[in-house]
């Protein structure tokens, strides 16, 4: 079974599980950058939540179908369409051979996922199959997509349900406006305590410099009290470091294991895969919690997804 790439848009490549377990080698988690928008997709075409899909960025793209197949759509687009016809997002969609599958530019937000019904063929290496750009390792030979590129799949053992639609209440509001929580980091005694003070309070836009390994935060500058250098120490995927020119740097899936710059909040799991849906332009209003009030809201929000999703981990 395959699937012809005609347009391959800013950045499309292959996503799924996080790479875990080899941070000490330096391997970053990778990954898909918006976690619950790929486990929706994935479970309307029956497969598992965190099964290899196509991540799309930004930009529209468009494929062919070479062989029947159920698809379906979630995440930032602005339409789905086959052969010029507007289908929905949050549902099963069956193409036929030469259809042509149209997905729109992201309307708002950054990243939407195209599931197909079946297993992705995708490079296996580290117990994982998501693509890490920076080395060019896993997915599709290690690289985003290019026209004409060939995305093959194993069709699924299990029949896909076509009646599925993702309930109105679990589909993620994707905006180019996010209230993401944190906590502080253990760094924060290093800025000023006016500073300690805003960083909660102020609303920062995603600046220009802004990919899978971290986003810029645009707005008040950060006063450090003790200076900005320390060793090196372990990072991850919703940490923010404060560089020494004051400007927040959140990390994203890609992000390096290690950072020598002081770490003053980090986002909470259940809220880590908005960071896959900022981009460039947007704003983000930083909301402190405490590592106990995120431990709930996380078991809150499994408890709630696991009624339509089954057992799922957000990362």
């Known amino acids: 079974m395959t699937l012809t790439v005609v347009k391959p848009g800013l950045q499309t490549t292959l996503q799924g599980a996080p790479f875990s377990g080899h941070r000490h080698l330096g391997m970053p988690a990778a990954g898909a950058a918006d976690c619950l928008s790929l486990a929706l997709a994935n479970h309307l075409v029956g497969n598992p939540p965190e099964a290899i899909a196509i991540e ?14 159920v698809l379906a759509l979630t995440g930032a687009a602005g339409f789905l369409r086959i052969n010029g016809e507007n289908r929905a997002l949050h549902e099963p969609i069956y193409a036929k051979p030469g259809d042509e599958i149209h997905v729109g530019p992201a309307a708002q937000g950054c990243r939407s996922y195209l599931a197909v019904s079946g297993e992705i063929d995708a490079q296996y290496l580290l117990s994982g199959q998501s693509t890490y750009l920076g080395a060019g390792l896993g997915g599709f030979q290690g690289r985003a997509l290019k026209a004409n590129d060939t995305i093959k799949w ?9 009646s599925k639609r993702t ?12 209230i993401i929580r944190a906590t502080i980091g253990p760094e924060i005694s290093t800025l000023s305590s006016y500073s300690q003070k805003i960083f909660f309070e102020e609303t920062y836009q995603i600046g220009p410099q802004t990919n899978r390994m971290g986003l810029s935060l645009q707005g008040a500058v950060l006063e450090q009290d003790s200076g900005s250098k320390m060793k090196s120490a ?60 995120a431990i709930e809201i996380y078991r809150k929000k499994l408890a709630l997804l696991t009624t339509w999703l089954g057992t799922i981990s957000l990362w």
């Open 56 to 69: 799309l960025t930004l930009d529209d793209a468009k494929f062919t179908a070479e062989h029947p197949i």
């Open 154 to 162: 194993t069709k699924g053992h299990r029949s896909t349900n076509t």
């Open 167 to 178: 309930p109105g209440g679990l589909r993620p509001v994707i905006s180019n406006k996010s």
């Open 234 to 293: 372990p990072v991850f995927p919703g940490t923010i470091q404060c560089p020494p020119d004051g400007e927040p740097f959140l990390l994203g899936p890609d992000a390096q294991t290690t950072g020598g710059y002081p770490r003053v909040a980090q986002v909470i799991r259940s809220d880590r895969h908005l960071i896959g849906q900022l981009r460039p332009g947007s704003q983000i209003q930083l909301v402190q919690v405490s590592n106990e009030r």
